[in-house]
């Protein structure tokens, strides 16, 4: 069954270093997303990205965050300066759009465990 | 500003029994509720997707009720087995495509 796959699943970074977490989608679906959960709260949306654009972003995406689709398959989140508030789990989601019907169900990876020293 | 509440915080069961896991929002302006299972650790599996017109929707030992007037969706587990020990999150799809997650029902099955 198709899947949507993270990387790293876990990385340690120092405090103002650069991070990228990379996603695989699902073939064919057009809809992607990031969210995050930091330890013990709840999942909280971060961006949105169709038709190589951000159609949304939460007020926790700011100038730090940028996402990429630099080819066909990966789609990319980037914390240009990390801190340690950034420390949490990043899950990327997929959805077909309109070729999936359009049902609105959002396909989640297993999540990328990012610890900020 | 859309709120997501699940009731309740966790829940511990004998092997066996069936049991009803609660969430509520505050906006009824909803385009659909997922439910979710997330065991720890790890990523977020969909159990179920209830659109905002359909009232209930089945999947195996699973199913999940909604009632949009009321700000209400329950999932109700038959038979309740060890393996469905995990978090159970509920999340309602708002205008602008985005998810808004309830902070879930941790579930132990006791066998």
């Known amino acids: 069954e198709p899947e949507v796959t993270q990387t790293p699943s876990h990385q340690v970074t120092q405090m103002g270093q650069e991070v990228i977490l990379r996603c695989v989608p699902i073939?064919?679906?057009?809809?992607f997303y990031w969210y995050r959960q930091i330890l013990g709260q709840k999942v909280e949306f971060l961006v949105s990205?169709?038709?190589?654009?951000?159609?949304?972003k939460s007020e926790i995406f700011d100038d730090q965050f940028s996402v990429e689709r630099p080819d066909g398959s990966n789609f990319t989140l980037k914390i240009r300066s990390t801190k340690l508030e950034d420390s949490a789990m990043y899950f990327c989601a997929s959805n077909p759009g309109l070729a999936g019907g359009y049902t609105g169900e959002l396909f989640f990876g297993e999540g990328s465990r990012l610890t900020v020293l | 500003k859309q709120e997501v509440t699940q009731i309740p915080a966790a829940l511990s069961v004998p092997e066996g029994e069936n049991l009803v896991l609660n969430c509520s929002f505050t906006?009824?302006?909803?385009?659909?509720l997922q439910w979710f299972r997330q065991d720890p650790g790890k990523g977020l599996t969909s159990l179920l997707l209830?659109?905002?017109?359909?009232r209930e929707q089945t999947s195996g030992r699973l199913n999940a009720s909604l009632d949009k007037s009321s700000g209400r969706s329950t999932l109700y587990i038959a038979a309740s087995q060890p393996g469905d020990s995990a978090t159970y999150l509920c999340a309602v799809k708002i205008g602008g495509n985005k998810l808004v997650f309830g902070a879930g029902t941790i579930l132990r099955v006791k066998s």
């Open positions: 906006d009824s302006a909803i385009y659909n």
């Open positions: 209830i659109q905002s017109s359909q």
């Open positions: 073939s064919n679906h057009l809809y």
């Open positions: 990205f169709y038709n190589n654009e951000i159609s949304e």
